[in-house]
């Protein structure tokens, strides 16, 4: 399997976009929501929800920790503190960020739960740095997603690094979602997703056009089939997006027409926009509609309106997303100095 997937990258950057369009129309203007129940959109629109975006994004990171772990280039404990650094370094921005964003539009700032106004500037401080390390979302609750997430990454680069078949993570899949871990589960998902790539079962069945055509099919009736928020529809969002991943995987073509190497400085932020992009069409709508009463109700206003704070979301992700792998990237080499290889090393002789 090639080390370098670009196409990855842009189904991850779609994904994020989706779930700007879906967060922009549900606090700006929640009435453009009903598209995707009234008919005739809903035809072309139910099922579709934001949520899809993150299904897919947990999957493809679920693939990629077991291929890591599958790989053994690097220790389980080393994998799991970067992954922890990664996420406390993304909470710690955000933060720092949104602190400065609630301060430009703090009456529009309803996606931060935390009260900057009633903070002085270290217990500001305090409170962001407290909820970096443990992962949380007092601050913003769009990072929900942090916690889940790292576990999932772990449990899956543990399931590539043991060779567990499809069968027994299938059974901890099942279990991690009728225990309430339904994001865990659906990273769990990528796993199997790779575990099936990586052994090739079923490679010369999905050399068939029409059986891609069929499966991708197939994976839009399971979205049209759940239409509503809940765990159930969540859950099957993510085996949609399995199967959508599966044939791209065995698609070339899919995988050419994904590639888009000359936007590459755009895709690789994925991360950046989807931390970025809620904090910035609620400054950027506070401030417009300060000055312009009842814009956001106009169709053509609020097109441009959300066009803009996509421009301006992208923008902004490029420079975010170089100081949050700068700071990572130095983070892991500080990591480096703790020997873990060694520690694991002793710990396997015991």
């Known amino acids: 399997m090639s080390k370098r997937m670009p196409y990855l990258d842009s189904i991850r950057f779609l994904a994020c976009t989706w779930v700007f369009i879906n967060h922009f129309f549900d606090d700006m203007s929640p009435m453009y929501l009903m598209l995707w129940k009234i008919k005739p959109y809903s035809y072309f629109l139910g099922g579709f929800i934001g949520k899809v975006g993150v299904a897919t994004f947990a999957v493809i990171l679920g693939f990629l920790a077991a291929k890591s772990g599958a790989g053994k280039s690097k220790s389980f404990l080393r994998y799991t503190v970067n992954r922890y650094i990664y996420f406390l370094i993304a909470g710690l921005l955000a933060g720092v960020l949104l602190m400065c964003f609630y301060k430009l539009a703090p009456a529009n700032m309803w996606v931060m739960q935390a009260d900057f106004a009633s903070l002085s500037l270290a217990g500001a401080a305090k409170l962001i740095v407290s909820d970096a390390i443990k992962l949380g979302c007092t601050i913003y609750e769009t990072f929900w997603f942090i916690k889940p997430f790292f576990y999932a990454s772990i449990i899956c680069f543990i399931l590539g690094m043991f060779d567990v078949t499809i069968i027994p993570m299938l059974i901890l899949d099942f279990i991690l979602y009728t225990t309430g871990q339904g994001w865990i589960a659906i990273c769990t998902f990528g796993a199997v997703l790779y575990r099936l790539v990586e052994s090739g079962i079923l490679s ?100 441009a309106i959300m066009l803009l704070c996509y421009i301006v979301t992208v923008a902004l992700s490029i420079p975010f997303d170089y100081i949050l792998n700068s700071l990572y990237k130095f983070a892991c080499r500080v990591a480096k100095l703790i020997p873990f290889e060694k520690l694991e090393s002793r710990a396997e002789v015991c």
């Open 204 to 303: 010369s069945f999905l050399d068939k056009r029409y059986i891609r055509i069929i499966l991708i099919a197939a994976a839009v009736v399971i979205l049209k089939l759940f239409p509503e928020e809940s765990a159930v529809t969540y859950y099957f969002d993510g085996i949609a997006c399995t199967i959508f991943l599966f044939v791209v995987f065995h698609s070339s073509f899919l995988q050419k027409i994904l590639t888009w190497n000359k936007l590459n400085a755009v895709t690789k932020n994925y991360m950046a926009f989807l931390i970025l992009h809620r904090q910035v069409f609620h400054a950027l709508s506070a401030l417009i509609n300060g000055r312009f009463a009842g814009i956001l109700q106009n169709p053509g206003w609020m097109l």
